[in-house]
């Protein structure tokens, strides 16, 4: 089996005037919220051999504090995952199907979506990935990544 780890950023900060949506930092709440995931991580020893990530600030944030928690691991902005569809990200998955642990830490709809999709094979029977939400899911070892494929071994968020 392999393992996919999706993770939701922890709350923001909200947008000042002008500022871009993908410069928006964690807030404090956030912060508390990252620290509470990676503390979970660690203790589960979820360590990622390569983490895919949004480039969005907070996006990015979070992933730091999680890193700082777990340990050094491999990353990769990926500009795709922001605003993505559940369909773009299985894609971007499949893309990394020979990674034993992978780590995507994104957004909402399209995670939430991705999760519903893997597990259920509908992508539109997801129940939501509050902010800081982790899911661990496992796909057999040499599956091309479709709907239905994934089981759920962890839900948890702060």
């Known amino acids: 089996m392999r393992e996919l780890i999706l993770l939701r950023h922890a709350h923001a900060e ?4 002008g500022q871009a949506d993908l410069d928006r930092p964690l807030s404090a709440e956030g912060l508390a919220e990252a ?7 660690r203790d ?25 928690a777990v340990g050094a691991v491999e990353r990769r902005l990926e ?7 559940a369909g773009a ?6 893309a990394h199907r020979d990674v034993d642990r992978l780590l995507v830490v994104g957004h909402n709809p399209g995670l939430e979506r991705l999760l519903a ?11 939501g990935m509050p902010p800081a939400a982790v899911a661990v899911l496992h796909l057999p070892e ?11 071994s962890a839900f948890w968020w702060p």
Do not use: F, N
């Not at 620290?35 to 991580?41: F, G, I, P, T």
């Not at 500009?79 to 569809?85: C, F, L, N």
């Not at 999709?117 to 129940?127: A, E, F, M, P, V």
């Not at 091309?144 to 994934?150: D, L, M, Q, Y």
């Open 14 to 17: 909200p947008p000042r005037t």
């Open 35 to 41: 620290e509470a995931v990676a503390a979970w991580m």
């Open 44 to 68: 589960k020893s979820l360590v990622p051999d390569l983490a895919l990530c949004s480039p969005s600030r907070r996006t990015r944030e979070t992933l730091d504090v999680v890193t700082q």
């Open 79 to 85: 500009d795709g995952i922001y605003e993505a569809t």
């Open 89 to 94: 990200l299985a894609t971007l998955l499949d």
């Open 117 to 127: 999709l893997l597990h259920s094979g509908q992508s539109g029977d997801y129940r």
């Open 142 to 152: 040499d599956a091309s990544i479709e709907p239905g494929i994934a089981s759920v």
